[in-house]
C-alpha cells in the first residue's frame, strides 16, 4: 500500500535486496486464527509473485491460548523472540473475555505498543466503491497516537493511570507531552505530503483546553514545517458529524489515542464495513500490522470473518519494511496485495459483512488466486 506508507524509515540502514525477513505470527482469539493464516497466505503469494524470498514465519503464543499454556497472555517468551524480529502480524485478542487476574491486566495489543513504543497508529479507510458502503468514495489515512492521551491504562511508565481511591471513586488520568504529540504528528504530516497534502487535527480544546489545547498547539507548530499541506481542525465530536456527512473530503486525520481509535472504526465502517479497516503501528525501528477491528466472538469459528483487514494490515507490513531497507521487491509485493484484495472484491467475492457470500477461506483463495494470475 504505497501511498500510506507512514514512518518512511531510512533506506540507508539496509539495503539488502532478497534478504528473507523474519517475521512474527500472533493469531490472537476469536477470528484470529481464521484472519491470520489468510493473510499469510497472501502474503506468501505476493512475495512469490514479485520474486521476493519467502517470509521466515514464527509463530508466537498470544491471548486465551496463551494463558492456558504460559499463564499470562503475552508471555515474556513472546515478547523476547519478537525482539529479534523484523516485523508480526497480531490478531484480535478477546481479552474483555479473559479470566481474572489476566482481563484487569493491559490487554496484549496495548502492552506490545507500549513495550515496543509503537507510537503510530496508522489506519486507512479506502473503500472499495461497493453499493452497501456508507460512503464508498471514503479515502482517508487516520494517524493515531498511539502511547499516551486519554488511554488511561498504558500511559503511565509503571501502574496504570486508571485507579480507585475509593470502591465509589474512579479517576482516569489523560497525558499529553511535547515529543508524543510531535513524533506522531510528523508522521501525518508526511503521510499527507505523499498523498493529497491535507491534514485535519482532531481535538476537543475547547473543553479539555490544556491537554487536548496543547495536542492542537503542537500540530499546529509542526504544520509551520509543512507549508503545502492545507491544515484545519474540528472538535472531536463535530468531527464525526463532518465524518457521516463527508467523508471524501477529508485525507490525512491526526488524533489521540482514544479519539483516533473510536474515529477509525467509524472511517473504516463508513468505507464499507469495520472488516476492511486494516493499521500498522509503528515506532522508527519496529512495525506491528494488525487489524482495527477487535476479535469478533459473535461470528468466530463460523468461516463469516472478513480478512481483509488483516491483509491489507500485512501489506502495510511489506510496504514499510521495504522502504525501511531500500527492498523494492517488498514493496511491489505489498502493492500486489493490495491490488488482489482490490481486483477480488470488484470481481464480486466477497464475505457477508460486505453483502457477499463468500467463507474466509473462499474470499482469501480469490486473492491467492487473483496474485498469482496477474
Ligand atoms: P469487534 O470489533 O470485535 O466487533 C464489532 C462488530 O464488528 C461485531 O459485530 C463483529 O462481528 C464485527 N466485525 C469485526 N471484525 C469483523 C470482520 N473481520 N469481519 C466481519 N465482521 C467483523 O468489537 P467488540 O465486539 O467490541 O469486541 C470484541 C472483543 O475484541 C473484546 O474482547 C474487545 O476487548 C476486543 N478488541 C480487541 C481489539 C484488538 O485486538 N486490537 C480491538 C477492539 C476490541
Redesign the pocket.
Known sequence: MGTVDPVGGDPSRDTTADRAYRLGVLL????GPE?VPAAVRVVDAALAASGAAPVDWQELPVGAAAIDEHGSALPPATLEALAGLDGWL????????YPEPHRSRL???GALRKHFDLYANVRPARGFGTGRAIAPDTDLVMVRENTEGFYADRNTFAGTGEYMPTPDVAVCMGIFTRPAVERTARIAFELAMRRRQRLTIVHKANVLQLSSGLFKKVCLEVARDYPDVAVDDFHIDAMTVHLLRRAADFDVLVAENMFGDILS?MTGELAG???IAPSINASDDRCMA??????????AGRG???????ILSSGMLLDWLGTRHGDERLRDAAARVESGVRAAVLAGVS???LGGSASTDGFTDAVVGRIAAA
Not at 490472537?28 to 477470528?31: F, L, M, V
Not at 463469516?304 to 488483516?310: S, T, V
Request: charged residues 15%; aromatic residues 0%.
Open positions: 490472537g482469539d476469536g477470528i484472519i497480531l490478531g484480535p485478542h478477546d481479552s474483555a473475555a490487554n496484549p495489543s472504526d464495513s469495520l472488516g494488525q487489524a482495527a477491528h477487535g476479535s469478533a466472538p459473535d461470528i463469516l470473518a472478513n480478512p481483509i483487514a488483516m464475505t457477508r459483512d
